[in-house]
Each structure stands twice: as C-alpha cells, then as structure tokens.
C-alpha cells in the first residue's frame, strides 16, 4: 500500500473520530464501565483497503503477537462456524482484544470506530437508514425525542472512493470478511 493511501485512511478514521467523539458528548456517551465489549460481535468487513492497512499493523509487531493473533484466529473461526452451524449468531472475543484491549487500535476497522453511537446514512438509492447505537446508548436515548446522530454518508463515499483508488487496475471479487479471516492471509495486493 503506497504510503499517500495510508495517510489518506488514517486521515479519514481521524475524521470518523472526531465526529463520533462530537455526537459522544452530546450524548454524554461513553464505554467506560460498560459491563459489555462489544468487539465479540460478529463484524464483517467489506474493504480491501481497510484489510491491506489492517496487515501494516500487524506487520510492525513482534512475530510472537502475530503468532499469538493468528492462532486466536483459528480458534475463532473454528466458533464462528460451530455457532452458525447451530443457527446462532457467533458472539466470540475478537482475536486482537488483550482483555479487552484491541491490539491494534491504530489499525482497526472502520466498524469498530462507527459502533456505538446512534447514526444514519443515505444510500445513493435516496434511501435513509437508521442505526440505533449499541444497546447501552440505546438504553441511554430510550424516550428522547431528536436524538443527534453521526451521519455517516460522507464517510462512507470517502471510503468508497480510497477503495476504488486502493483497487486501480485490479479486478477483484468483493469481500465480506471477519477480522480473524483477514489474520490468515494477507490481501492480494498490499
Ligand atoms: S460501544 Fe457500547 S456496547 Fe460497545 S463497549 Fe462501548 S458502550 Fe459498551
Ligand atoms: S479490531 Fe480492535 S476494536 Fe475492532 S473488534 Fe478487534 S479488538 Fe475490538
């Protein structure tokens, strides 16, 4: 990955940061204390940008933790299709959480970033979803009417266009990957 691409993914998380930290406080809204973590949630990613800064990260740790996250990974997958074998939806600790820590916070997904406060988006079918937050800002914003929200359209357009960028004269399929199956392999182009 060029090193104007990186620079231009970090610079879009930072944006995503600071408007989720504006709505955060807002909301007066935060993790601290919650009797949850929600990265065992079952998140998928869709981006090959995304995966290839996800390796740069995991490139500049000691082979011992990439080891560590790897066989972590694994053992993940092997959960993920044994609850979905059972019709479940997987609930299971994200393979880079140090009790509870992510291990890669500078390099983690934009999912990861965006969950937590409510928010909304407009697809370019002119259509406008909702997304209620995590469960504890919704009990936070049950009852409340004019709830502010992270609009997260223009985020969204600007990952799309790093992703088209990112992919310039590579014709590849899209994906739909979890974190610990991007710990297995290294994307196709870097
Ligand atoms: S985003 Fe919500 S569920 Fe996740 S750790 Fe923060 S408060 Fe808890
Ligand atoms: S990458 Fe980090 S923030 Fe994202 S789910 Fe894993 S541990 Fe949590």
Known sequence: ???????SLA???AEMEEAYSKVATLLDFSCQQCPDNCCDSYFQHHTYI???YLWQGLLSLPSERLNEYQGRARKAILGYQEAMDKNERPLIMCPVN???LCGLYQHRL???RLHGVPASISTPDGRNRQFPGCFRCQELTAGK???TTMDRTRFFKTMVNLEQSFLQGHSLPKIKMTLAEMLL???PIS
């Open 11 to 13: 610079n879009l998380y």
């Open 1 to 7: 990955m060029e090193t104007s691409q990186a620079v």
């Open 185 to 187: 392999q290294e994307p």
């Open 110 to 112: 934009l999912i990861c």
């Open 50 to 52: 995304e995966w290839a």
């Open 145 to 147: 009417a004019n709830v």
């Open 98 to 100: 140090d009790n509870g």
